[in-house]
């Protein structure tokens, strides 16, 4: 099985509600974004218009991996953006700036590619099983993308005091999977760590201009200089840990109330997450309409199996509750929320198999369906596709083994000189590594 191919693979439309107001501050758009995060369209507004980012709001954050629609507004300026990649469509005008409550739902259009006969065969009945139960509402791996990107959790390193690991990761810690102009511009702050009067001379640097500035004259303040971030960027990484949190202790719960031997385990970014696959009628009304609480020192437990499920990944974190807080920073901080364990995909369809013009021999099918605000389309697929995400299953079919690499060229006596012998033996260097990248 495979997602997001092409850009058009993953289509998401907004549907969204807002106070018309001729006259209000706030000048509201419906962007259309492809290959970019919200977060990248967003920068890329601020930077074309010079508008601080503080004036633009947005209702959620929509996939980078695909083309995606959604709300944003700019206070104070009427823009007119049309590029192949970002549109600003004009709706109107409001009073107030947007947040997640102006988002109704969220549709979907998947095309899942890379699926043989065997697939479409199991399709049937996980489509009832997920029309029965619905789909666990974990967090995917999208959330995760610091653990993609090899910098842990950073509000980790904030949490134990290291305000300077925490920078580093955040300004100076490349990643080898982003070919961006930021890749770049971090990699001149690895080699110039504490160099804050340099210049860097990489597009997209500004972006870090805040956080530099603050350096060059407080060069051992990292926690005001991590303040001097985005602050929506800030809450972020403290919800992407309360995230994990959130999946580890919902299959703690799973495993304690439904049993292992009715679980079906799916990979993903930050290790395997469980779904039913089939219930009782006990554990099927337990389940329905269960929450599930984001963590913070202030999160109340009624449910005395949810707060030993919760508690003990904690326990493996070596933390208590009190625990989940920046000591000095009171500006980061954990808000404890409830949130619903299952989701109920709405209209959910699947399309007639075709032929995968992009995988040989292979099948493409078409999955469409509606979420609330909040839910992973991804994990609908996945749910769905549950067999091909498999922990130690290395994908959907199994590649033929590679040949035998050749034998190395045989290396010539002593007797045929030293020079024959350095030849002979750069031939079988060359051989060898030719035989590993056909491996």
Request: aromatic residues 8%.
């Amino acid at each position: 099985m495979k997602l997001k191919q092409r850009p058009e693979d993953f289509q998401v439309t907004e549907s969204w509600r807002f106070e018309e107001d001729p006259r209000g501050a706030y000048f509201v758009y419906l962007m259309d974004k492809q290959k970019l995060s919200t977060f990248e369209a967003v920068d890329r507004i601020c930077r074309r218009f010079k508008v601080p980012r503080a004036a633009v709001s947005f209702c959620g954050l929509k996939d980078k991996q695909g083309r995606t629609t959604q709300l944003v507004a700019v206070e104070g300026r009427a823009l007119e953006l049309q590029e192949p990649d970002l549109r600003l469509k004009p709706l109107g005008r409001t009073a107030r700036p947007l947040s997640a409550e102006n988002t109704t739902s969220n549709r979907f259009a998947v095309t899942v590619r890379d699926l043989g006969p065997d697939d479409l065969a199991r399709l049937s009945a996980s489509l009832a099983e997920v029309r029965r139960l619905g789909v666990v509402n974990y967090f995917d791996s999208q959330r995760f993308g610091s653990l993609k990107h090899g910098q842990g959790f950073i509000v980790k390193d904030l949490m134990r005091g290291d305000f300077e690991v925490a920078l580093r990761n955040v300004l100076a810690r490349p990643s080898p999977l982003d070919q961006s102009g930021d890749a770049q511009v971090k990699a001149f702050w690895k080699e110039h760590w504490g160099e804050w009067e340099r210049r860097n001379p990489h597009p997209g640097a500004e972006r870090y201009a805040a956080v530099v500035r603050h350096l060059k004259s407080h060069p051992a303040d990292f926690r005001g200089a991590l303040l001097r971030t985005e602050p929506r960027w800030r809450g972020l990484q403290v919800f992407a840990y309360q995230s994990w949190l959130w999946n580890e202790g919902v299959k703690a719960y799973l495993r304690a109330v439904v049993g292992i031997a009715r679980l079906a385990a799916v990979r993903y970014q930050a290790g395997s997450l469980l779904f039913p696959r089939e219930l009782d009628a006990p554990q099927a009304r337990l389940l329905e309409g269960r929450t599930f609480p984001l963590l913070a020192p202030s999160t109340r437990f009624v449910d005395p199996a949810v707060e030993r499920a919760a508690l003990s990944v904690l326990g493996r974190e070596d933390m208590r509750l009190s625990d989940l807080a920046v000591p000095g920073t009171p500006e980061i901080h954990f808000d404890a929320e409830e949130r619903p364990l299952l989701v109920h995909p709405g209209r959910l369809a699947v399309g007639e198999a075709r032929p995968d013009e992009l995988n040989r021999d292979r099948l493409r099918v078409n999955v469409a369906f509606t979420l609330p605000p909040g839910a992973y389309a991804t994990l609908v697929v996945k749910r769905l596709f549950h067999w091909a995400l498999e922990p130690g299953r290395a994908g959907a079919r199994r590649r033929p083994p590679a040949p035998p690499p050749p034998p190395p060229p045989p290396v010539p006596s002593r007797g045929e000189g030293f020079l024959a012998r350095r030849r002979a033996e750069k031939a079988e260097r060359a051989a060898r590594r030719a035989a590993a990248r056909k491996r």
